[in-house]
């Protein structure tokens, strides 16, 4: 089974921030990756899918990059809003889908 | 607005069956094109998939849990359903149910979600 390891697994930033999250698989996924935004007590909302589109109604501060086993998701500029964790999901070996661990992110 | 909504008991005793049910509003779980999925999140841990349907029927699910897991859809109700058998305390978590949506050359993800239940295994 693919493997999903992101880092790092917390951080602490400000509020206008550049932020990069990492998120590593253990095999080739191609670009078979999203990112998802979670709130405390809320459900998770899908930020960007194949590895770089960014879902509708999502701002343009987020971004991600990547290809193969490396993927990034960059937020420009951080916003009070944004305090969540973020967790990385593969889709190249469906049915059998894999979430990363999470990255929390919170004010520093 | 496609909008989900899980129900069902939030207290299960051990070794009995959890089930619950998702409503699909504004969307047809007939239409086709998407998977209806239920994944879980333990207590301040990540998210795991635990398996989706297809209107028609035909289930995926995730090969850890496979043995106590049934899912099923009434497309009449616009619902669809999760049962986890011979449940323990490791069972306790939230559970969503989300739509899982495929895109050619673009992969699967899940771009709606139930607010989610917290479904408690305890004597």
């Known amino acids: 089974d693919i493997q999903m390891t992101q880092s790092p697994s917390s951080l602490s930033a400000s509020v206008g921030d550049r932020v990069t999250i990492t998120c590593r698989a253990s095999?080739?996924?191609?670009?078979?990756l999203n990112w998802y935004q979670q709130k405390p007590g809320k459900a998770p909302k899908l930020l960007i899918y194949a590895a770089s589109s960014l879902q509708s109604g999502v701002p343009s501060r987020f971004s991600g990059s990547g290809s193969g086993t490396d993927f990034t998701l960059t937020i420009s500029s951080l916003q009070p809003e944004d305090f969540a964790t973020y967790y990385c999901?593969?889709?190249?070996?469906?049915?059998?889908?894999?979430f990363g661990p999470g990255t929390k992110v919170d004010i520093k | 607005q496609v909008q989900l909504q899980e129900s069902g008991p939030g207290l299960v005793k051990p070794s009995q069956t959890l089930s619950l049910t998702c409503t699909v509003s504004g969307g047809s779980i007939s239409s086709g094109g998407y998977y209806w999925s239920w994944i879980r999140q333990h207590p301040g841990k990540g998210l795991e998939w635990i398996g989706y349907?297809?209107?028609?029927?035909?289930?995926y699910y995730n090969p850890s849990l496979k043995s106590r897991v049934t899912i099923s859809v009434d497309t009449s109700k616009n619902q669809f359903s999760l049962k986890l058998s011979s449940v323990t305390a490791a069972d306790t978590a939230v559970y969503y149910c989300?739509?899982?949506?495929?895109?050619?050359?673009?992969?699967?993800?899940?771009?709606?979600w139930g607010q989610g239940t917290l479904v408690t295994v305890s004597s």
């Open positions: 349907i297809y209107y028609s029927g035909s289930t």
């Open positions: 999901q593969q889709s190249y070996s469906t049915p059998r889908f894999a």
């Open positions: 989300a739509r899982l949506w495929f895109g050619e050359l673009l992969g699967a993800s899940f771009d709606y």
């Open positions: 095999q080739s996924i191609s670009s078979y």
